[in-house]
């Protein structure tokens, strides 16, 4: 069936360092890849999304692209700040005749220090 | 702005209890999700609802779980003879009516303590 794998956690760094965390997913058919993101204390929110191959999405300095050929959806950032410390959970939807059902990864903890 | 609503936001019972939680979509949402999320994991999937129909369950649901739309707009989940091991975070989501994959909206979700 689909499944989304990405890199454990916690992953730290210090204030203005370049992030990335590596999104894998198996899938048949051409599901829809999203990024979520959980604040301390807040509930699950869609951080950017990508509907087909080599689209980029992109919000807040975050980016990733759908890459068909490697099935990868890995999250970057240039310049992280210490308020995006958070849990970060790649997903995906739809695909090989599934429903819109979201399929998550384990999670990934971001710490940024100051 | 109304987002997803959840009551109770925790709930802690003893095992053999019967709980139920209700999630508010946001309205005019047609498509109601259920996920359950256990620490250190991301959130996994339940029920689906379009309007009121539930049209996929999970293997994870098992027959002490039972979930209803009735009007559909807000929907109810409830656990039978709860056991330690559904102590998790229950979370609902919408998405709106429309053709294709359409983004989730999730509400804070309810946090369960089976003791």
């Known amino acids: 069936g689909n499944s989304v794998t990405q890199m454990e956690g916690p992953v730290t760094l210090s204030e203005e360092a370049f992030l990335t965390i590596n999104c894998t997913y198996t899938a048949t058919g051409y599901p829809s890849l999203f990024w979520y993101v959980q604040y301390p204390g807040e509930g699950l929110q869609l951080l950017l999304k990508?509907?087909?191959?080599?689209d980029k999405g992109s919000n807040k300095g975050f980016e990733a692209t759908y890459r068909k050929e490697t099935t990868s959806f890995h999250l970057e950032k240039g310049s992280v700040q210490v308020s995006d410390s958070a849990v970060y959970f790649c997903?995906?939807?739809?695909?090989?005749?599934?429903?819109?059902?979201?399929?998550f990864g384990t999670g990934t903890l971001l710490a940024v220090q100051p | 702005d109304t987002g997803v609503s959840q009551d109770p936001r925790h709930k802690i019972t003893k095992r053999g209890q019967n709980v139920t939680f209700r999630c508010d979509p946001i309205?005019?949402?047609?498509?109601l999700y259920w996920y359950r999320q256990t620490l250190g994991q991301g959130p996994e999937f339940l029920t689906y609802?379009?309007?009121?129909?539930?049209?996929?369950k999970s293997r994870l649901l098992s027959d002490r779980f039972s979930a209803e739309r009735p009007k559909g707009s807000f929907s109810t989940l409830e656990i039978q003879r709860t056991e330690q091991g559904d102590s998790a975070m229950y979370l609902c989501?919408?998405?709106?009516?429309?053709?294709?994959?359409?983004?989730?909206?999730f509400g804070p979700g309810t946090r369960l303590t089976v003791l």
């Open positions: 990508a509907t087909k191959a080599d």
């Open positions: 997903a995906l939807s739809g695909g090989g005749g599934a429903t819109n059902k979201l399929i």
């Open positions: 989501a919408s998405s709106p009516r429309a053709e294709g994959i359409n983004e989730q909206f």
């Open positions: 309205s005019e949402h047609n498509r």
């Open positions: 609802f379009q309007n009121e129909a539930q049209l996929e």
